[in-house]
């Protein structure tokens, strides 16, 4: 089938990149490729980010897993498997429900004395962790080599697609409160703080805070803020420095670490991903905080629609 995907975060490449796979004749249009997009804002480890209201994002994050895991075996994807700490000041009653996502019995509990100070509750597990600046050029490169055209262009209207193509992927993020008039889609503004690389060797991560330390070859990430409606991908100095201080206080080696930069990004929020069938459009957008964490099992899921539809 001739199928366009809008979009070229990890949304979109992952469905190009699955339909690809599978034979079809894919075009990738957007109006921003790596490196000026979201996708290249994450911290980006494996994790169930704001999405566990939707219990069918547990196949999707499993899938997502294995898919991460498997290519992790060739270094030039930047994906490795690496030790995650999840801990948490005021455990709740839904506090381990991230499990349920997580490959069967692999999460384990960690006394409390092996935790930062103040923590109350922690548990340990292997993630993926995708550095964006190695696997997203990496993955570009896979879908052109399966045969995908690239095309950088705005789109205005879905509808002009779904005719000239047997199937349209609207992969648009953000850009789908225009494109698809859907206002539920809203940006929510995360910023770091980056540090000099080398430094940690494990990811720790306090959702509630939101606090988190990603250790990338090229610098540590160091998170982060949840900032809901705000559209200006900027970074703010205030908020940099509390990021910061609270690092500091989970591990105060963090201190006299050299800082190399910052940035923001805008996670599309939706308060349940949109991936459903409309006519001849699929679409799959909406993924929040969880955009890699989520992204092949959407992709199989995709590729899963267009099987069966057309
Ligand atoms: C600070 C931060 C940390 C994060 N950490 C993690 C993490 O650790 N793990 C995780 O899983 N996720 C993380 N995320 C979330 C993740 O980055 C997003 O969920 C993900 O990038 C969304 O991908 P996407 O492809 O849907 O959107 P985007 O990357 O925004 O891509 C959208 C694409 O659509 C195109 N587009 C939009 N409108 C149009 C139009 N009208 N015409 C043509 N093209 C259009 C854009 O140009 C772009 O190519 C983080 C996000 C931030 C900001």
């Not at 034979?23 to 980010?49: C, E, L, R």
């Not at 999707?60 to 294995?66: D, L, P, R, T």
């Not at 430094?199 to 803020?225: E, H, L, M």
């Amino acid at each position: 089938m001739n199928i366009v995907v809008v979009g070229a975060g990890i949304s979109g490449l992952s469905s190009a990149y699955i339909l690809a796979k599978q034979g079809h004749a894919v075009t990738i249009m957007a109006k921003d490729f790596y490196p000026s997009i979201v996708s290249n804002k994450a911290a980006a480890f494996w994790f169930p980010y704001h999405i566990r209201n939707d219990k069918r994002a547990i196949d999707w994050c499993k899938k997502s897993y294995a898919f991460f895991k498997e290519q992790s075996i060739n270094k030039d994807t930047g994906i490795s498997m690496i030790k995650i700490i999840k801990a948490t000041k005021v455990p709740l009653l839904d506090e381990t429900t991230w499990i349920d996502y997580m490959p069967t019995h692999s999460v384990k509990e960690i006394a409390t004395n092996q935790l930062p100070e103040g923590y109350k509750r922690g548990h340990e597990a292997i993630v993926p962790l995708i550095e964006t600046q190695i696997f997203l050029p990496w993955l570009t490169a896979q879908v052109i080599q399966l045969g995908a055209t690239i095309i950088i262009e705005e789109v205005t209207n879905l509808n002009v697609l779904s005719e000239k193509f047997d199937c349209v992927i609207n992969c648009t993020a953000l850009g789908a409160r225009d494109l698809c008039n859907d206002a539920s889609v809203v940006p929510v503004r995360g910023q770091v703080v980056l540090l000099e690389p080398n430094i940690v060797d494990s990811i720790f991560i306090d959702n509630q805070s939101p606090a988190y330390i990603v250790p990338r070859k090229d610098a540590t990430i160091i998170g982060g803020t949840y900032e809901e409606n705000i559209s200006e991908a900027i970074t703010v100095k205030e908020a940099l420095d509390e990021i910061l201080n609270k690092a500091i206080t989970i591990s105060p080696d963090l201190a006299n670490k050299k800082v190399i930069g910052n940035w923001a990004g805008l996670r599309p929020f939706r308060p349940e991903v949109r991936l459903e069938k409309e006519g001849n459009v699929i679409h799959n957008y909406g993924h929040g905080g969880s955009g890699y964490t989520l992204s092949f099992g959407c992709a199989e899921e995709v590729k899963k629609l267009v099987s069966e539809s057309f």
